[in-house]
Nanobody
């Protein structure tokens, strides 16, 4: 069983930056890909980005490519989502997730409790 604990999030003005972190623990936690999904009010959940268990490969939602960066500390089993040039449409609850690569929501082994990111215009 994998457990995920998120931190970060908050309120920022458009154009600003925020960092989300997620620490994984439990059996097989260090063998799974990790990543982030988000869900805005009234909208469907969408994939944001993911990184493989070695921290060697990443892929992103097209609309965040070049603005968001995922990194992984393999030794500490933590993943960080650095969000730059934030836009109001990035406002959502962001969920850390863990599972086999490539990371897909229907194959997740664990999901965090979610953290709210609000970008004001």
């Amino acid at each position: 069983q994998v457990q995920l604990v998120e931190s970060g999030g908050g309120v920022v003005q458009a154009g600003g930056s925020l960092r989300l972190s997620c620490e994984a623990s439990g059996r097989f936690a260090n063998t799974y890909a990790m990543g982030w999904f988000r869900q805005a009010p009234g909208k469907e959940r969408e994939f944001v980005g993911a990184i493989d268990w070695r921290g060697a490969n990443t892929y992103y939602l097209d609309s965040v490519e070049g603005r968001f960066t995922i990194s992984r500390d393999v030794a500490k089993n933590t993943v960080t989502l650095q969000m730059n040039s934030l836009k109001p449409e990035d406002t959502a609850v962001y969920y850390c997730a863990s599972g086999p690569w490539p990371l897909r929501h229907n194959g997740l082994r664990a999901r965090g409790q979610g953290t709210l990111v609000t970008v004001s215009s």
